[in-house]
């Protein structure tokens, strides 16, 4: 059994920052990487941010380079997004994903005020 569970979402001002977590249980010793995703209503579901797991080279999608940071804990076996300078137009569902999106996490959702 494989489970992925984010939290740390909410609603924040524009500007503002937030951190996710996705916490990994079950089989994870096989997880090459993890990522975010996020999604809106009525828009594909986009990619965020990824960490390969050993190692620790990360991605990031042109929209969020910069602002937005993916990191991990090994010993907690969970991946981080921390979230900076948020706007509006990140507003979505975040998702966690692992090795090689074969895994989702419930999501979680962010909302940016302005």
């Known amino acids: 059994q494989v489970q992925l569970v984010e939290s740390g979402g909410g609603l924040v001002q524009a500007g503002g920052s937030l951190r996710l977590s996705c916490a990994a249980s079950?089989?994870?010793?096989?997880?090459?990487?993890m990522a975010w995703f996020r999604q809106t209503p009525g828009k594909e579901r986009e990619f965020v941010a990824r960490?390969?797991?050993?190692?620790?080279?990360?991605y990031y999608a042109g929209s969020v380079k910069g602002r937005f940071t993916i990191s991990r804990d090994n010993a907690k076996n969970t991946v981080y997004l921390q979230m900076n300078g948020l706007k509006p137009e990140d507003t979505a569902v975040y998702y966690c994903?692992?090795?090689?999106?074969?895994?989702w996490g419930q999501g979680t959702q962010v909302t940016v005020s302005s």
């Open positions: 994903s692992a090795h090689g999106s074969a895994y």
């Open positions: 079950g089989r994870t010793f096989t997880f090459v990487d």
């Open positions: 960490i390969i797991w050993s190692g620790g080279t990360t």
